[in-house]
Structure formats: C-alpha cells, structure tokens
C-alpha cells in the first residue's frame, strides 16, 4: 500500500512538471561549462532528487487517507506547483557545480615556507 501510494505520488509530481514545461515558453539557454574547473574547486553533479521534493506535493508523516487528499487537492489546483516548477525552469536546471575544496597543497606549502622565514628573520 505504501510503496503505491508513492509511486502515485511521485506521478502527480510529473505530471504537473510535464504542465509547467507545457508553459514554459522556450528552453533555457544552454551554458557553456569550462572543460577544467578552476584550481581549488571540483565539480559535482545532481540527479535532480530535490526537483520535485521542493514543490511540497507530497503529505509527509502523514496517514494514507491524508497522502491521498493531498494528492486530490495538488491535482485540482495545481497552479501553486506549476508556478514553483516554472520558476526553475526560468533559472535553468542544473545538473552540476562547483564546490569549494582543499587549496593546492604545493601553494599552501609555498605560503607556510614564507611566513615561517618572516618570522625567523626578525633581526
């Protein structure tokens, strides 16, 4: 019972991403990725899990006859889902991005080296 009810779930969240894309006017431009990242940086990738969990469809911690009203209630107005799904799609999905890792090592080494001969040459 559980695992249909998410299933149906997860349905009615497609189907109203399918209705936001059906109103959505023209795909985003597709933008050019650097082929390296910056040094300092790596790349990471999304499979988009948190798409449909930010629309707030789903009833959470909720009974099943709960889960089923909420689905009622997404289908017959969908209009504040599509407008999340829309506002999205206007910024442009992304599957990866930077993140912030450890600096270069031989940079850090380089920057140790030189304060600690700043230090010991106080005379």
Sequence with gaps: ?????????????CLLFLKAVALHPQPAQ??????????G????????????RSAH???????AVDRVMALIEA??????AVHHFLKKLRCGLRSGRLVPAAPPSERLAHVIIALTRALLDTS
């Design 1 to 13: 019972m559980t695992r249909r009810l998410s299933r149906a779930e997860r349905a009615v969240e």
């Design 30 to 39: 597709k933008r050019k990725t650097p082929r390296f990242t910056p040094r």
């Design 41 to 52: 940086f790596r790349r990471t990738t999304s499979r988009g899990r948190l798409l449909f």
């Design 57 to 63: 469809i789903r009833a959470k911690k909720a009974n």
């Design 75 to 80: 289908l017959m107005h969908p209009e504040r």
